[in-house]
């Protein structure tokens, strides 16, 4: 069975950081594209980041250029997200996702594999 496991959410003041981890566990990461994506209340599920299996080929939302990294440990089957500069606008559930395909210019759905979410709040 397939899951895949977010952590590392919680309050941070904003100027903050914060580092997210997803733990794959029925599959192996390097062989997927991997993204990062949230969904602030009342607003539409976004992706913001994504990493190919093509090593260093990345893509990153505007929103989020120069201050999220998404980074793979395939050695520990996991991908994570840390976020610096955080800003009020950030707060939002996180979640981590198998895509379909993933290249520097954006992400596309596929049969997506997804977790359950983690919570950031970004709040003085």
Same mark, same amino acid.
Request: hydrophobic share 30%; with cysteine; glycine share 14%.
């Given at each position: 069975?397939?899951?895949? !496991?977010?952590?590392?959410?919680?309050?941070?003041?904003?100027?903050?950081?914060?580092?997210?981890?997803?733990?794959? %566990?029925?599959?192996?990461?390097?062989?997927?594209?991997?993204?990062?994506?949230?969904?602030?209340?009342?607003?539409?599920?976004?992706?913001?980041?994504?990493? %190919? !299996?093509?090593?260093?080929?990345?893509?990153?939302?505007?929103?989020?250029?120069?201050?999220?990294?998404?980074?793979?440990?395939?050695?520990?089957?996991?991908? %994570?997200?840390q976020m610096?500069?955080?800003?009020?606008?950030?707060?939002?559930?996180?979640?981590?996702?198998?895509?379909?395909?993933?290249?520097?210019?954006?992400?596309?759905?596929?049969?997506?594999?997804?977790?359950?979410?983690?919570?950031?709040?970004? %709040?003085?």
């Open positions: 069975q397939v899951q895949l !496991v977010e952590s590392g959410g919680g309050l941070v003041q904003p100027g903050g950081s914060l580092t997210l981890t997803c733990v794959a %566990s029925g599959l192996a990461l390097d062989a997927y594209n991997i993204g990062w994506f949230r969904q602030a209340p009342g607003k539409e599920r976004d992706g913001i980041t994504c990493s %190919s !299996v093509i090593e260093g080929e990345t893509w990153y939302a505007t929103a989020v250029k120069g201050r999220f990294t998404i980074a793979r440990d395939n050695t520990k089957n996991t991908v %994570s997200l610096k500069n955080l800003k009020p606008e950030d707060t939002a559930v996180y979640y981590c996702a198998t895509v379909g395909q993933c290249s520097k210019y954006g992400y596309v759905h596929g049969n997506d594999y997804w977790g359950q979410g983690t919570q950031v709040t970004v %709040s003085p």
